[in-house]
């Protein structure tokens, strides 16, 4: 790692070590502060007491997750609190009262081996589905114990058995056959990536020793990772293997029988997929190829086999707009289906390959998501589900075939009173004149009159956020009489790939200068008043509260700052830091660090500011994003006499929460506190 500099004037520096106890007594003694204030009144009880209900209830859909004839479901409930895997037939799914075959009860697990146990999911052997690779994380880390289960006898199959068995680790295992996988995993010195994922894939055969695996690939220490698959479709078999050389860049390769490696001659920023014979290319710049240039946000197809011979002849299947992008796709066994996002509202259509025409799916709700989910086109014909949900409409879950009707299978109940709560859509102008959409959600009554507002953001690697039911914000927030507002900032992908490039790096002050104008919007509007107004976001949203606190303290009256990323002068020298370089910059290179040190919060944070106040949360076990980022701040807001407050979940992962108690105990902190801070104005 390079950069004596970093270490010479950060005082807080001995927070970064995680585990130390030091370190740990001062996350408890700032957790006790928070429960004795914001956790301990009966109204913060009884909260808790809904979402905890709400999450454990039985009336919650069980999303499936479809392999052939077979439907899988991770479950947990109040008695489950660690959860079961447990998986039933379609038939069975769809009746009012399905019989599930439970396969691992992980609560059981748990205690039987001593383990705090948290799903990290599940490899199902395709066909026969009778084994299984299972994913184990300790306190709900990134990092995963591997272990082969076989579905049938009910057991792990322990490595002197031939099982497959990982150490903990950020690793990459996928079948290839029932005695041969793909791996990636910490294999020793020099066999991870800087961001801490593997960089060498390796072939596995059923029997021997992980160290006589067989190497494949090798990436380069500056890779994000390595992994390596195996395309089982009949007829058309294919292993590939793909290298990330940045988050938005990958080289894919095709593993010829004499295993070399052949590269796929597609922009590496380009989403390339394959099905039968039909090559997909989804691209995120412009591309000039075969005398055309296609345009950013398109996608291609052209016929694999020819393209592998030199061909490029491409149809475009969708081009993007104004106002549309695409915002996924998926195949049943003979149709491509397309999710469009229509000013950040869902569309879906139908392709029939070698024509291309293009039919509606099926009717979409205005102001709602509807995503499509469980498409099996090997052995689940051309059915596939959908599942929608609005502000203020709980999820539905659909099922159909294409050309025929669907029809409802489940459907969650109102967790919160939502009536009179409404959801309109606004645009704001940002500094440049960019038109940013943003979704307001109140009660009807609420309009004239500003009153308490919580803003939420995220705007980074181009994640959309789109409209979907949140039973917490309503019972914690909506209820009370409060407004909830989602906005669609640039760094995201509602608008297409342009959304999100026309904010990385240099350019990244666009995504804070959005979510700032949407703010001054809401009280131009007259919806809300500066200090009536929250703001709240995680990850890299925790990285836009920090900017929010310390460039536009102006704008809220409240922050809260979940799992943040906020000194950016060493994010990327702490955990998978250095593989989102390619987001923001490396602050090692000074013309970079030019424009990073302009908003990175931890260094921006002045004692003679006015700051409103600040929640700051994080997880000892997130091992994605370090919590001495969230540890630090704190401890420079507290030297400076700010007002702020800290809480740590000692386990969780990069969510916060291991289980449903915790994710309770997270949700009603955050209202409780946006209730005293905004609705109370207890400073």
């Excluded at 585990?19 to 928070?34: C, F, Q």
């Excluded at 009280?523 to 500066?530: E, L, M, S």
């Excluded at 997270?666 to 609705?679: D, H, K, N, R, V």
């Amino acid at each position: 790692m390079s950069g004596v500099e970093h270490n010479v004037t950060d005082p807080y520096l001995w927070l970064e070590e995680v585990t130390d106890e030091r370190a740990l007594d001062w996350a408890r003694a700032h957790n006790d502060v928070v429960a004795r204030r914001f956790a301990a009144t009966e109204r913060f009880a009884r909260l808790e007491q809904r979402i905890l209900d709400m999450l454990d209830t039985d009336t919650k859909i069980a999303y499936p997750g479809r392999r052939g004839r077979w439907l899988y479901n991770f479950w947990r409930d109040a008695d489950h609190p660690r959860g079961l895997w447990r998986r039933t037939t379609f038939e069975e799914y769809a009746s009012p009262a399905p019989r599930w075959d439970v396969l691992i009860d992980l609560d059981a697990l748990a205690e039987a081996e001593g383990e705090n146990w948290v799903w990290g999911g599940a490899a199902v052997l395709r066909p026969e589905q009778h084994r299984a690779l299972i994913s184990l994380s300790r306190g709900g880390a990134d990092a995963k114990v591997v272990r082969e289960f076989d579905i049938e006898a009910r057991r792990f199959v322990p490595a002197e058995e031939g099982g497959y068995v990982l150490p903990e680790a950020k690793s990459e295992i996928r079948w290839i056959d029932e005695d041969q996988v793909y791996v990636g995993t910490d294999f020793g010195p020099g066999s991870l990536t800087d961001s801490g994922y593997p960089r060498i894939a390796k072939r596995w055969r059923r029997g021997t020793d992980l160290a006589e695996a067989e190497l494949v690939f090798e990436g380069e220490p500056t890779d994000v990772a390595v992994s390596a698959g195996y395309d089982r479709t009949p007829g058309y078999e294919r292993h590939f293997v793909g290298r990330a050389t940045d988050f938005f860049n990958e080289e894919v390769y095709l593993i010829e029988p004499d295993g070399t490696a052949r590269l796929l001659d597609v922009p590496t920023d380009a989403s390339e997929s394959w099905y039968k014979q039909w090559l997909l290319v989804r691209l995120r710049s412009p591309w000039q190829v075969g005398g055309q240039t296609y345009p950013t946000g398109s996608l291609l197809v052209t016929d694999f086999e020819r393209f592998l011979a030199g061909e490029r002849d491409f149809r475009v299947l969708f081009s993007p707009d104004a106002h549309t992008s695409l915002h996924g796709y998926g195949w049943t066994e003979n149709y491509l289906l397309l999710i469009t996002l229509q000013d950040v509202q869902t569309k879906l259509h139908v392709l029939t390959p070698g024509s291309w025409t293009v039919e509606p799916l099926a009717d979409t709700p205005p102001m709602a998501t509807t995503s499509v989910i469980n498409l099996d086109p090997l052995e689940g014909g051309d059915e596939f589900m959908l599942t929608t949900s609005g502000f203020t409409t709980p999820a539905t879950l659909l099922a159909g075939s294409v050309g025929g009707p669907t029809r409802v299978l489940a459907q969650e109940p109102q967790f919160f009173d939502a009536e009179g709560i409404e959801t309109e859509q606004f645009f704001a102008t940002s500094d440049d004149g960019t038109q940013v959409p943003y979704f307001v959600i109140r009660h009807r009554d609420l309009r004239g009159t500003p009153g308490p507002a919580v803003m939420s953001g995220y705007g980074g690697f181009e994640v959309s956020r789109t409209p979907a039911y949140s039973g917490a914000s309503g019972m914690g927030w909506l209820e009370r009489g409060g407004t909830w507002v989602m906005t669609n900032i640039r760094g995201g992908g509602e608008y297409g790939p342009e959304w999100h490039t026309s904010a990385q790096k240099e350019n990244r002050h666009r995504v804070y200068e959005d979510f700032a104008s949407v703010a001054q919007d809401l009280v131009a509007r007259g919806i809300t008043t500066p200090d009536q107004l929250g703001a709240v976001g995680g990850s890299n949203g925790g990285l836009l509260m920090g900017v929010m606190l310390t460039r536009y303290p102006h704008l809220f009256g409240a922050i809260v700052c979940q799992v943040p990323l906020l000194d950016m002068k060493r994010y990327h020298l702490l955990l998978a830091g250095a593989s989102w370089m390619a987001e923001y910059g490396d602050p090692d290179k000074p013309e970079e660090w030019a424009y990073i040190s302009e908003y990175s919060p931890y260094q921006n944070v002045r004692a003679d500011a006015e700051y409103p106040p600040i929640l700051l949360t994080t997880s000892t076990r997130d091992d994605r994003v370090h919590p001495g980022h969230a540890r630090k701040m704190a401890a420079l807001l507290e030297e400076q006499g700010h007002t702020f407050w800290y809480h740590e979940n000692i386990e969780g992962g990069h969510g916060g929460a291991a289980d449903n108690k915790q994710s309770a105990f997270q949700a009603a902190l955050i209202y409780e506190f946006f209730t005293q801070m905004l609705m109370e104005k207890q400073r």
